[in-house]
């Protein structure tokens, strides 16, 4: 309030013939009041105060104001420390960031974010089944599959102790559980490639994605 009444005068002295030159003086100077907090929030949007193309969350933020994430659904995706984590398709996150100003005056908004996937469904492809636990990512291909005699479950050479459990011992789970659902005994196997009729397994660094 006292910084519009000062405004208000400093139009006031400018009156007559320099008018014009007093009210854009007057609007400069408002331009450059800093936005609150509450201001900030209330339009806290991505594009506009943070942006989603790289590795990290971005701010672009009004000065004196600075944010920071404190709680998402996909932690997996969106962390708490900014970082994404491209997902295998597209995963929307509800993300709280905490908005405060000079550290002091404190803001909480909520947003859902759409995180693009770095594979895209194709038209036609196999959908998402209903297990449980249910699985968090999916990106399903055309066609089928039916294990044989002959099948076998094969883990990638170097990747059977990666992992904790490793990834050998969760396959013999799942070698397991296929001879109790389906009847299918599996032998598990490391190898550097497989043969039709094989599953094939493998852990990759960094999410990255092995096309089979």
């Known amino acids: 309030m006292r910084f519009m009444m000062a405004v208000s ?21 408002v331009a450059g009041h800093s936005a609150s907090v509450k201001q900030v929030a209330e339009q806290f949007q991505a594009g506009k105060h ?5 590795s990290m969350v971005d ?3 009004p000065a004196g104001i600075d944010a920071r994430i404190v709680g998402s659904t996909f932690e997996q995706v969106v962390g ?27 803001q909480l908004v909520t947003r859902e974010l759409l995180i693009p996937g770095r594979m895209k469904v194709a038209a036609g492809s196999n959908p998402k089944p209903a297990v449980v636990p249910a ?17 076998r479950i094969v883990i990638r050479s170097g990747d059977g102790a990666k992992g904790e459990p490793s990834l050998r011992e969760r396959m013999e789970v799942f070698a397991s559980d296929l001879k109790e659902v389906g009847g299918f005994e599996l032998e598990v196997v490391e190898a550097d490639a497989a043969k039709a009729g094989d599953i094939f397994v ?11």
């Open 9 to 29: 005068r400093l139009i006031e002295s400018f009156r007559g013939t320099r008018g014009a030159v007093a009210v854009a003086l007057a609007a400069s100077v």
């Open 50 to 54: 943070f942006d989603l193309d790289g």
């Open 59 to 61: 701010f672009n933020l």
């Open 80 to 106: 708490v420390d900014g970082k994404i984590r491209r997902p295998l398709s597209d995963v929307t996150t509800l993300v709280t960031f905490e908005l405060n100003q000079d550290g002091a005056d404190k």
């Open 135 to 151: 699985l968090q990512e999916w990106v399903g291909m055309t066609g089928c599959f039916t294990p044989t005699a002959d099948s």
């Open 202 to 212: 493998t852990l990759e660094p960094k999410g990255e994605v092995v096309a089979l």
